[in-house]
């Protein structure tokens, strides 16, 4: 069902696209096909009062059983990769934030840009994994960022912040309250065979080391600060005895331990309530709170404010 009087296309009642399957729907969806369109969007859930939702690739979301109210706002139609720059070695791509980043990266792979190897099998938005500073042990998105474009949610206008602006940190940027909606990401030439090799290398330790075929919203947990430095959550959780734990039909993967996997009978339910029993072992077992890293979704039954922007990519 189609709400006819909103200022874009909005759809009621549908399941958004999520990488781990489970869960349940959104009160409404919208698509936007241009940054004008999503002020626009903005504006009419500003006066509704309705909290709003990014949608991105939906890989690391997870929507409860009872849905989820609001405006979820996919921006999948905004996907244009344009080169700005050329200097020398280094060129400055735009990238507007619903544009896949795993395609980003073929396209670098072609031309002979490297810099965003390390993101290799990370399935996100640019603008979701520029929201969370996606990333891992080869890098992370934040270090090839040289400015954003931006929604403000409260003030419904667009703006700019250059990189020295913006407080990228382990799975943070500071652009809480804002749209990401465009992304100047700044490469180094090389050859297209060098960068190839580059990008392989990475997804063949992905795959050795991490559940890619299955059902997951990619790691549950983020790792912890402990004394001073990050340990691995997946270490802790291992250690904790939890590979193999089951709430119905989600599993804590045998394969890595930081990853929920799911079968077709699961629900958000089981995957909050085996999330809950694993930070309840960690925590006794190691003495480290967990903090989850899977972006949730849920009816809020509040009035909206910047802070409820939720962006899952993710």
Not at 112 to 135: D, I, K, R, T, Y
Not at 233 to 254: M, W
Not at 286 to 295: A, M, P, S
Request: proline share 3%.
């Amino acid at each position: 069902m189609t709400v006819v009087e909103a200022p874009v296309q909005i759809d009621r009642g549908v399941k958004p696209p999520t990488w781990i399957g489970a869960g349940g729907v959104v009160d409404m969806l919208a698509h936007p096909a241009s940054e004008e369109e999503l002020l626009r969007c903005l504006v009419w859930a500003r006066e509704r009062g309705l909290p709003v939702r990014v949608l991105g690739e939906g890989a690391n979301l997870l929507v409860h059983d009872a849905g989820a109210d609001g405006v979820a706002i996919s921006l999948r139609r905004l996907r244009r990769v344009e080169t700005v720059c050329e200097e020398g070695e280094v060129v400055t791509l735009a990238v507007q934030a619903g544009a896949s980043l795993q395609q980003l990266l073929i396209q670098c792979a072609r031309q002979g840009w490297a810099g965003l190897e390390g993101l290799a099998g990370v399935p996100a938005s640019v603008g979701g994994a520029c929201f969370m500073n996606a990333g891992g042990a080869f890098g992370e998105f934040g270090d090839v960022v040289r400015w954003i474009e931006t929604a403000d949610v409260e003030r419904c206008e667009l703006g700019r912040l250059e990189r020295e602006a913006t407080p990228f940190a382990y799975r943070h940027s500071g652009l809480e309250g804002r749209v990401v909606t465009r992304v100047g990401v700044t490469l180094r030439r090389d050859e297209p065979a060098a960068v190839r090799r580059r990008l392989k290398e990475v997804m063949a330790r992905k795959k050795a080391a991490q559940p890619l075929g299955k059902k997951s919203a990619g790691c549950a947990f983020k790792n912890p600060e402990v004394d001073g430095r990050r340990v691995s959550a997946g270490r802790l959780i291992d250690e904790a005895g939890c590979k193999g734990l089951r709430v119905g039909g989600a599993c804590v993967s045998e394969q890595h331990a930081n990853f929920i996997v799911t079968d077709r009978f699961a629900t958000a339910e089981n995957v909050l309530a085996l999330m809950e029993r694993v930070k309840e072992r960690v925590l006794a077992r190691c003495g480290v709170t967990l903090e989850r890293e899977i972006v949730v979704w849920e009816r809020q039954g509040v009035r909206r404010r910047a802070s409820d922007v939720a962006v899952a990519d993710g």
